[in-house]
């Protein structure tokens, strides 16, 4: 729509105001309101931000259970992406308890495992982390016990709420007061909390119990620092220990390697390396050696070559790895982005196909397509992933694969139902011969999102809530495979909010489990 004559008649407005003798004019002072909160976010130049009214319509009640209960040490990096999206975003806050809200919001930030994220958001923050509850999880995300338990000393105003007597137990038995802990304890029961996993820890780090709890994604910070005690150091430590056993250290990189960084990781290796005899520096090794050791150095070997470029070493370590794979590629992620895709095709096609949807590289998926055999299946596959990830079925066909496909039979047109819901999802328009061949069909491939949770995440979007529904939809993704139809509605869900980025990395990957 044309605006240019209103735009013409304000100035035209301004301009005879302005030419006009000035005249005696009253004036009217008015008190400004309060200015509305904005809080600051934490992100970076690779992740994808929400608008500044993602908290819209949401409350904080409802903001601060989401964040207690978001995935946020998911294996998944779409989902830690999504997660990160949803807490370190900058923007207006939820309505209501905006202490409750902060302090949730703090403590989501401290699970996402991210030093350099959570120093950019104190920094950015600064008041959120001096209340007494943001400095006792400061420290016992950071191992130090005698920061929380010092500040646990100074409260003297509700000193016998469950918050503060759990954690004098746990500094009690520490500074080996065990009759205080105990004590401590009972009180806590008596007074009426309950927290089973709480109190089966406690009684091992007094010496009652030996088998701990089940990990829970709803450990907090206390609970998280109580297992780590018992183990004797956190598996992070273990593996920066040098002196700590290769196989031991080689293991913990693989169980804590999302909260390893980059240089943390190759100072690990650079130490695996090499035999106690070997001189450092002078003994060279080439893939063929690093492959025929199993063990820890020729785990560490790979790795120093694929940080080198070498394609082969990075699918050959991933296979090491124990699952780890994604979580691997996600840290080495410049690395893995510089080796050419030729070899990557060859080493590993599908593991560096599902690497460059990761990091959203659409160059790389190009350069994939290219490097395999030209009209293969698995060159088609990448085509889709492509199209997903660069918004290219916004309004667009089908596609001739996806209808032809669609008339076969057996497992191909199962995949081809799957592929032609999730184009649709993305904004596909079907063809005659699409909607003949989906009519009536149903969808039971895989796990369900329930009616109920899909009400509670259409209604996210209906409202504008962004990031409810960024981490109602994360949830959802945290979990073994989801149905067609399910997984469908979430990435139309998504892309009709806005969210085509996370919407086409969804679907794009899944695109490329045909592979």
């Known amino acids: 729509m044309k605006r240019y004559p209103l735009k013409l008649a304000l100035c035209s407005a301004l301009l005879s105001c302005a030419a006009s003798p000035v005249l005696a004019q009253d004036v009217i002072t008015e008190t400004l309101g309060a200015a509305t909160a904005f809080d600051a976010g934490a992100l970076t130049s690779d992740d994808i931000s929400l608008p500044s009214s993602l908290w819209q319509n949401t409350s904080s009640a409802r903001a601060v259970s989401l964040l207690a209960g978001a995935p946020s040490r998911s294996d998944d990096p779409i989902i830690r992406a999504m997660v990160r999206a949803a807490i370190l975003s900058p923007g207006v806050p939820p309505t209501g308890d905006r202490e ?3 302090a949730a919001r703090l403590e989501a930030v401290m699970g996402l495992s991210d030093k350099k994220a959570l120093d ?3 920094s950015r923050n600064p008041a959120l982390g001096q209340t007494p509850a ?7 995300s950071s191992g130090d016990w005698q920061a929380a338990c010092g500040v646990s000393d100074e409260i003297t105003e509700g000193r016998a709420a469950p918050q503060w007597a759990r954690l004098r ?3 009690h038995v520490l500074r080996d007061e065990l009759p205080a802990a105990e004590l401590t304890q009972d009180l806590l029961q008596s007074s009426g909390y309950q927290d089973r996993s709480y109190d089966a820890l406690l009684s091992i780090m007094v010496g009652s119990r030996r088998a701990a709890p089940p990990h829970s994604a709803e450990d907090d ?5 109580m297992r780590s005690h018992i183990s004797g150091q956190s598996g992070k430590s273990v593996a920066l220990d040098p002196a ?6 080689i293991t913990a990189v693989w169980e804590n390697l999302t909260e390893l960084t980059e240089s943390e990781l190759t100072a690990i290796m650079s130490d695996l390396a090499f035999d106690e005899a070997d001189i450092a520096g002078s003994s060279s090794f080439d893939l063929a050696t690093a492959m025929a050791k199993p063990g820890p150095q020729g785990t560490a070997q790979l790795y120093q070559l694929a940080r080198s470029g070498n394609a082969k070493a990075m699918a050959e370590l991933s296979e090491r790895s124990g ?3 994604t979580q691997l590629m996600d840290v080495m992620t410049d690395a893995v982005s510089a080796m050419p895709v030729d070899q990557q095709a060859k080493a590993n096609l599908k593991l560096f196909a599902h690497a460059a949807v990761a990091r959203r590289d659409l160059g790389a998926l190009q350069g994939l397509y290219n490097a395999v055999e030209p009209g293969s299946e698995k060159q088609a596959r990448i085509a889709l992933a492509a199209d997903a990830l660069g918004n290219g079925y916004s309004g667009g066909a089908l596609g001739k694969d996806i209808d032809a496909r669609l008339q076969s039979s057996g497992l191909a047109i199962h995949r081809a139902r799957r592929d032609a819901s999730l184009a649709l ?3 596909a328009q079907l063809s005659d011969a699409a909607v003949i061949a989906l009519k009536d069909q149903s969808f039971s491939d895989g796990r369900t999102v329930s009616g109920g949770d899909r009400v509670v995440i259409w209604s996210a979007a209906n409202n504008g809530s962004l990031a409810e529904l960024t981490l109602l939809v994360a949830e959802a993704l945290n979990g073994p495979k989801l149905d067609t139809d399910s997984l469908a509605f979430l990435v139309a869900t998504l892309s009709a909010s806005g969210q085509a980025e996370f919407a086409g990395q969804i679907a794009a990957r899944d695109f490329l489990d045909g592979l």
């Open 134 to 140: 943001a400095r006792v999880d400061l420290a016992l």
């Open 244 to 249: 700590a056993a290769k196989d031991a250290r």
């Open 169 to 171: 137990a746990v500094c």
């Open 221 to 225: 910070n206390l609970i998280r620092f």
């Open 120 to 122: 950019t958001f104190l």
């Open 323 to 325: 699952g780890k794979a």
């Open 100 to 102: 409750a809200f902060e």
């Open 425 to 427: 999802a993305l904004g």
